[in-house]
């Protein structure tokens, strides 16, 4: 029978380690352990060798799919590849033996790295001030609206609505109605882009701040960006750029030179720091000199003595304990001063010419909702298959049986049966062709009407599951009683 899990394994007698004292003379060692905190019963492990974990839990390791393994195409959250040099450095001693609360003269190495990944990203994106603080894209914007609030407030022009387009990422809505605002949305116009007359409609005196990411989640860079920022400011609210896009910007474009007053930048997305699964992210903001002095603090400043944590004067307070998830700042450091600037610059344009690649091969099949061109991902429409009797996530579940991640299905949702694709930089030519011969040979078994695509996933662990039920009643418990009776 095929195991599942390491509990399947136990064999009594079989385990690789026995706290047993017996041996060298009769009754062995005594035990070190007070009376006190001894167990009473043993506890309810395995018996299980050590080479059959090691196997079991390699085994285990190749059955998700994971961007070490293919291609991960995933639209929004640049599914790259991360450098394992990034894993190494930051896993050195020096870093991970810290304490967060040594005194400031044990770690100045470390605080240099801080203050350093904080310019950097400054100088990539072209703002004054920054804060690492937040530890995801999400904690970002929320970070960001208590400073905006706060920003507003020390003006004595308290408001209380957030704008964002109607193609805005389900953060963006949640982040400002868990901040106490509320969200106003205006709409996108024929070519995918927000509707300037609408926009104009909707400011006013209540505007606290206008959020948008650019390039926008269809992947369609905001021509008219800086009109946009001034009407904002125009109307007394600030402007918030959510930076999940920045894969697309890096040496391109400036976004504080499009009017932005801060923005957060997912450095688990944008600078190869390993994601998925809700695992440690990192989501500085970077801000301009007026919303600089309401900062979570504390942050390091450098004076002639070295590195000091100093709490800026109208700070919001902290958002996150000690100093963000330094591992991922680590991670990002290195990405960064490995590429340097050059290196950055081609990491966009090549994750641009990547994406627009695949829009080329795949246009003529599945249909683009909007022509305006698109950078480094491209959002298809699958109303063709939809003719035919299939859905997006019929072609999601069946790529799956290519060895392949789907892309992102029904976001954004402006789009119907939207496919949202990004094939990041660091995709080869040829993986980019398995990729779309793979939706060729979908889009016509769609028209065949072949059977596996109502069946699919057919190769995986695990097959066609219910999309609810599957994340609601989640079944993660083994049954205790059965323990290595199956
Ligand atoms: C990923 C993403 C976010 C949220 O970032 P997290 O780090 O996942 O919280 C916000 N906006 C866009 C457009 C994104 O792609």
Known sequence: ??????????????GSFTRENGGI???????REPEQFRRRSEPSLPEVSENEVVRHYTRLSTLNHHVDKDFYPLGSCTMKYNPKVNDALALREGFTALHPAQPDTDCQGSMELIHELGELLCRITGFPSVTLQPVAGSHGELTALFMIRACLEARGDARRQVVIPDSAHGTNPASIAFAGYDVVEVKSDEKGLVDLEHLKRVLGPQTAAFMITNPNTLGIYEPRIREITQLVHEAGGLCYMDGANLNA???????????????????????SVP?????????????????????????????????????????IGRVHMWHGNFGALVRAYVYIRRLGARGLRRVSENAILNANYVRHRLKDVYRLSYDSPT????????RNQKKLGYKASHIAKRLLDFGLHAPTTYFPLIVPEALMIEPTESESRETLDRFC???????HECEENNPLLDSAPNTTPVGRLNDVLA???????WPEESHGES
């Not at 910007?249 to 944008?270: C, E, R, W, Y």
């Not at 011969?437 to 889009?443: G, R």
Request: net charge neutral; aromatic share 8%; glycine share 12%.
């Open 375 to 382: 950078l480094h991902e491209v959002v298809f429409s699958a």
């Open 437 to 443: 011969e793979a939706m060729l040979q979908i889009h």
């Open 1 to 14: 029978m095929k195991k599942h899990i390491i509990f399947e394994y136990h064999k009594p007698g079989c």
């Open 471 to 477: 994340i609601k009643r989640a079944d993660l418990c």
């Open 25 to 31: 003379a009769e009754g062995g060692f005594e035990p």
């Open 275 to 315: 994601h998925g699964g809700g695992g440690p992210g990192a989501g500085p903001l970077v801000l301009s000199e007026e919303l600089a002095p309401f900062r979570p603090g504390p942050v390091v400043v450098r004076d002639e003595q070295g590195f000091h944590w100093r709490k800026p004067e109208q700070s």
């Open 249 to 271: 910007l890096l040496g391109l474009v400036q976004p504080a030179k499009s009017g932005f007053d801060i923005m957060h930048i997912n450095l688990h997305k944008t600078f």
